[in-house]
């Protein structure tokens, strides 16, 4: 069956509103420094209001990820779940107008648009505040069958296992995916969500996944280590393909039990970190679509890391298409 899209993500389908904050800020709420936590609607409302003046733009970590490969020149789809209102028609603009396909229908009826509140120190931390709202309604029957078994890798987010219908519409692309011949990834998306899902994680990673996305925190969190070789070991053996990042030390690749070391693209000053890892697997899914060697993939990643770190906000602002072309990859 002929491709008709390079990658095709699944997600929460989020509106970030990104804004500085300082330390006493992020004290004198009570949050998780640079973590992910969930809020009800009561909550986000109120950090909201709290909040210093920011940038409101269309997020969710897969998606983010969409946006970057779509910078890069790769046809895409996504499917994720957001409510018939104000913030789910902007959410569906911006997904379509960077030419991504979109299929999903707005959930009426039901809880508004997800939004992440996303705090960031003078260090480019950031500490995000989540109200999941629509997107957690993403059930099985989102799932569109024509789109995944035409689609060369189905990627999902971690950050959806929190949710047991979306884990069930996991399972449905999964076995779509595997029967069509498809590559499944999975981005581990946060320490917390592998905390509070461990062990259906590990099984869903060893019965299904072939590309694994996670940061080095998230890897040592899986497998109850704190030592880096127990955690690459343990993801050695149950994936074909991972990758791990670590800030500022870099990457490493792993495959048939190889393990390459990637550095870190410098940038003149970290700004705001969100979007990094997202945009990091964008750069190697780009690269393992167009074939590129895997050191090549991993430099990929790291150039897309560093374009989005170096400005506010979670989707590239430059085109990675020309930086990767500028360097040669």
Do not use: W
Not at 24 to 43: C, N, Q, Y
Not at 266 to 286: H, I, L, N, W
């Amino acid at each position: 069956m002929n491709e008709l899209f390079d990658v095709a993500a699944i997600g929460n389908a989020i509106v970030d509103v990104i804004a500085p904050a300082d330390e006493a800020f992020i004290v004198s709420e009570g949050l998780t420094r640079g973590a992910m936590t969930l809020v009800d609607e009561a909550r986000g409302r109120q950090l909201y209001d709290r909040m210093a003046p920011g940038v409101e733009t269309s997020g969710g970590s897969a998606a983010n990820t969409v946006a970057g490969l779509a910078s890069l020149g790769v046809r895409t789809a996504f499917l994720g779940k957001v409510a018939n209102d104000q913030l789910g028609e902007v959410f569906a603009h911006d997904l379509r107008a960077m030419g991504t396909h979109f299929p999903s229908q707005a959930l009426v009826g039901g809880p508004a648009t997800a939004r992440c509140l996303v705090n960031v120190t003078p260090d480019g931390q950031r500490t995000m505040c989540t109200f999941l709202g629509a997107s957690v309604e993403f059930r099985d029957e989102d799932i569109d069958p024509a789109v995944i078994e035409r689609s060369g890798i189905v990627y999902l987010e971690g950050y959806l296992f929190d949710a047991e219908p979306a884990r069930r519409a996991f399972a449905k692309a999964a076995g779509l995916a595997r029967a069509a011949g498809r590559m499944i990834a999975l981005t581990l998306s946060d320490g917390f969500v592998v905390e509070r899902h461990r062990a259906a994680l590990l099984g869903f990673i060893t019965s299904q996944v072939d590309l694994l996305f996670a940061n080095e925190a998230e890897a040592l969190a899986l497998f109850e280590t704190e030592d880096l070789a127990v955690a690459l070991d343990g993801l050695r053996q149950r994936t074909r393909l991972a990758a791990v990042t670590r800030s500022e030390k870099g990457s490493l690749l792993l495959s048939d039990g190889d393990v390459l070391s990637i550095p870190a693209v410098p940038v003149e000053k970290v700004v705001d970190t969100t979007g990094a890892g997202d945009q990091y697997a964008a750069g190697v899914m780009y690269g393992l679509v167009r074939g590129r060697p895997l050191e090549v993939c991993g430099r990929l990643g790291a150039l897309a890391a560093a374009e989005v770190i170096s400005h506010y906000g979670p989707r590239p602002q430059a085109s990675l298409r020309d930086l990767a072309a500028r360097e040669g990859l």
